[in-house]
């Protein structure tokens, strides 16, 4: 009988870290052509389209960037918070809290000079998403409650508040629908490029790619972050406040959600509805996982999320297989990554009996 | 000895794990109707060779014999089958299922394709009045005391037909009534035929409960005596009389002021049963104050307690005359405590993060290593190089993740970032456990180093060759208590595995 083990292997050199995702991506693509087929797809044509949908055309491509900002945006609050093994399963409902609290401020600033309407918006939905997570992370390293149930449920908590806020002192005078009033202009992301909708939140996504990276690798907080992330009890003997790391990490981590709440706002509806976000904080889990919670990774990852959500409309329109293979792609891609990961730490082993 | 024929035999078993004999060439005899004590050291390889006769580990050379048969054991199932089964520390039962759950899970209780839980608790009831153990079976596991666990444990086993029972320190976890209780029970068992093989390193509930004793040491059997015919002292001798590996040089130096005061101290272990009963200890600089003892006997409770990452019920420590507050790990590294925790994969270091993340844990927040919460990179590297110099640690360089290094590596890595703020005390506890002779001789030589710089030293360590070779002073610790004190040149090693085995 042949049977095989799981033994860990030795660490891998540095270009296993490119190469690994690269060659992730390129399984991802060729298992993606089963349902492609199934689903009477023309492969070449559908893979063709589908990157022509999303970089073939100067608005697709600059589309391309308007989605991704929410992706990295979650995704990089999520990574963040998985590093010190915060397990926030919540940047959904941290990016509405943010969007709540921007649509409030949005609408009623309008009294303070318009140059300072923005910064006051952007901070204050930081703010909401932060304290939104800060909760949990309160609950679990003082309470010892689950951080993975806590940050999850109030996810729905959020959603059911800005459901009854829409329906209620939210909701435009006049309208039945549940949604905001329009906030004032000068609360609103300026557009960057013409004729487009690249506009400054995408700016500040990818700025936020750098803070980020210069909090992991440059600042106390950040080892502190990665210690308690990789060794509670170790660095707790070290003499690191394991309590305020967790705190402080998740505000970090919930902030950057809540951003993704003020960008959705204040560059795409302009006004709070109830679908203000398509899921982009789950999103944020894959693309934080893919990116091996590495902020750059997530660039990478949220990019190529995008890529395939904006590809797949017009591969549908133009061969007539459904969008939904942009999410088999995605799941796809999340499985193949996980277990090309797992292969950098661990080998299988045959033995014969 | 006895002339019957053996229950069991093991023959010239040798079990080894990487290049470490674990067993070499032992000879092990079961008969029926006793109580034979494995007695040994920790590390003495009592319970390896009893999970080789469980079926968990597969002996690398020799044979085992079981009533009479030859058997060749691939997993506890076997050993089942033929009678053999094991109470391991831990148990392993479900604490969310019921008494009765637990006793059926893997045995085959059906009535067509329904489970027979009825036809189980009749037997299961029987077997309880059988032995006079009782059991509600209907209890909840978690709802049990640890006491009652065993006996849940030991009616599984019974349960399976097992007439051979192997029971891993069984008294290590209970309380002193419980301990009576159980070993009611254990003679009930062979006064009905069955035979038990009781592990312990307790000389006096070894003397109490055995017929027959086989003492074990690095691995060997070094001897075998009927219970009636041998004594605690010979025991102990037996148990503990070892060569000394290295020769140390140490210089004569006088102890200075007191650096460490321990009172009055007072703490429960995780079970919350008594770890330190009224601990009392003073250790000055100069001065290496060895504590022997076999572990599981309040040091883990001690150590941690000193480095803030437990907290006592009562008692106070001065550190160079100013107390130290409990609980937290931060006041011990502000009295210049060094720490050198037994555990140190766990608690003692970052095995995931580099060598340098690991060298600056404790300082890394200090304006040497940062302004603004900025690190200074340049100077951590060049910190960390220093240290990796000085302390000859075989890495591949500063940036080498932890748990790439072997064992003598990773406790220089400890020592390097415990000893370079120049502590006042230092607390090293195991400091040598699972160290190749090179690496351990390396740590001696710092220890002492640390002794002639003016440190204080508290040596916690269940090795006595290493107590003995190094301390000033030496004091046993059991069950929580300082057994005596002895100094070193003149402490008997007999009179120490006495105290050691909890023989005042």
Request: charged share 20%; net charge neutral.
């Amino acid at each position: 009988m042949i049977r095989f083990r799981i033994v860990k292997r030795k660490p891998l050199p540095g270009w296993a870290k490119i190469v690994i995702p690269m060659a992730a991506i390129l399984v991802t693509l060729i298992l993606s052509a089963i349902p492609i087929l199934l689903a009477g797809g023309h492969l070449w044509k559908s893979y063709y389209y589908l990157f022509y949908g999303a970089l073939g055309t100067r608005f697709n491509f600059l589309e391309t960037f308007v989605k991704a900002s929410p992706l990295l945006l979650t995704g990089l609050a999520v990574a963040f918070a998985f590093r010190a093994k915060f397990w926030n399963i919540g940047a959904e409902g941290q990016l509405l809290a943010g969007a709540l609290v921007a649509t409030v401020l949005g609408v009623h600033l309008d009294g303070v000079p318009p140059f300072l309407v923005l910064p006051i918006v952007i901070f204050a939905g930081f703010l909401a998403g932060g304290i939104w997570a800060a909760i949990p992370a309160i609950l679990k390293t003082k309470l010892k409650v689950d951080d993975v149930v806590s940050t999850l449920l109030l996810n729905y908590v959020m959603i059911h508040i800005m459901g009854a806020l829409l329906f209620g002192p939210l909701q435009q005078p006049g309208s039945s629908w549940p949604r905001s009033a329009a906030i004032i202009k000068a609360a609103c992301y300026p557009v960057l490029i013409t004729r487009s909708r690249f506009h400054m939140g995408i700016l500040i996504a990818f700025f936020a790619v750098l803070v980020i990276w210069f909090i992991n690798q440059k600042t106390t907080f950040g080892y502190r972050s990665k210690a308690v992330g990789v060794n509670i009890r170790a660095a707790h003997f070290g003499g690191i406040n394991t309590t305020a790391v967790i705190v402080w990490t998740a505000l970090i981590s919930g902030g950057l959600a809540g951003l993704a709440g003020v960008g959705e706002l204040c560059a795409i509806q302009y006004r709070l509805i109830m679908d203000i976000s398509p899921g982009y904080g789950y999103s944020g889990i894959v693309i934080a996982m893919l990116g091996n919670l590495h902020p750059v990774g997530v660039l990478f990852s949220s990019l190529f999320f995008s890529v395939i959500i904006v590809g797949a409309q017009t591969m549908s329109r133009m061969t007539g297989v459904p969008t939904y293979i942009a999410e088999v792609i995605q799941g796809m891609s999340l499985m193949v990554m996980l277990i090309f990961l797992l292969f950098t730490e661990y080998k299988l082993k045959v033995k014969k009996k | 000895m006895v002339s019957r024929p053996p229950l069991v035999r093991m023959s010239s078993i040798s079990k080894y794990f990487l290049d470490v004999a674990a067993n070499q060439d032992v000879n092990f005899d079961l008969f029926a109707g006793e109580i034979c004590a494995l007695l040994g050291e920790n590390g003495a390889g009592k319970t390896t060779l009893m999970n080789i006769l469980f079926g968990y580990y597969s002996a690398d050379e020799g044979e085992i014999f079981i009533k009479g048969e030859k058997a060749d054991l691939a997993s506890p199932k076997d050993a089942i089958s033929r009678g053999v089964g094991m109470i391991h520390q831990h148990f392993a039962l479900v604490p969310s299922q019921t008494v009765l759950e637990n006793i059926v899970i893997g045995t085959d209780t059906r009535k067509g394709p329904f489970l027979d839980l009825k036809a189980a608790r009749s037997k299961l009831l029987a077997l309880e009045d059988q032995f006079g153990l009782q059991v509600d079976p209907e209890a909840r596991v978690w709802t049990l005391s640890v006491g009652e666990q065993q006996k849940v444990e030991i009616l599984k086993a019974l349960y399976r037909n097992v007439d051979i029972l192997i029971m891993d320190e069984p008294t290590a976890v209970l309380a002193p009534a419980e301990t009576e209780d159980l070993f009611k029970t254990l003679k009930s068992l062979v006064s009905e035929g069955r035979s038990v093989v009781f592990i312990s390193h307790k000389l006096n509930e070894v003397m109490d409960i055995s017929n027959r004793i086989v003492v074990l040491r690095s691995g060997s059997v070094v001897a075998e005596r009927n219970t009636t015919e041998t004594s605690a002292r010979e025991l102990a001798n037996l148990m503990v009389g070892r060569d000394l590996l290295e020769d140390i040089d140490k210089k004569h130096l006088e102890p200075g002021r007191t650096v460490l005061e321990i009172q009055n101290l007072d703490a429960r272990n995780d079970k919350n049963l008594p770890a330190l009963k009224n601990l009392n200890l003073v250790v000055k600089q100069n001065e290496i104050l060895g504590m022997a003892g076999i572990s599981g006997n309040g040091q883990r409770e001690l150590s941690e307690i000193l480095f803030g990452m437990r907290m006592p019920t009562g008692g106070s420590i001065q550190i160079n005359n100013t107390s130290l507050k409990f609980g937290s790990p931060t006041a011990a590294i502000g009295l210049k405590m060094g720490r050198i925790p037994e555990d140190r994969m766990v608690t003692g270091l970052l095995m995931d993060l580099s060598v340098e993340e690991n060298m600056i844990l404790e300082d890394h927040a200090s304006a040497e290593f940062q302004t603004w919460g900025l690190m200074k990179l340049k100077r951590i590297h060049r910190y960390s190089d220093e240290l990796i110099d000085a302390y000859n640690i075989a890495t591949a360089g500063r940036d080498a993740v932890t748990k790439s290094l072997s064992g003598g590596n990773l406790q220089k890595v400890m020592l390097a970032r415990e000893l370079a703020g120049k502590p006042a005390v230092v607390i090293a506890a195991q400091p040598t456990r699972g160290l190749d002779v090179g690496a351990m001789e390396y740590i001696h030589q710092r220890i002492l180093q640390e002794r002639e710089r003016g440190a204080g030293i508290l040596l916690i360590s269940e090795d006595l060759d290493e107590v003995f070779a190094l301390s000033d002073r030496i004091v046993v610790i059991y069950e929580g208590e300082i057994m005596g004190d002895a100094s070193g040149a003149n402490a008997s090693r007999e009179q120490i595995g006495l105290w050691m085995s909890g023989v005042k």
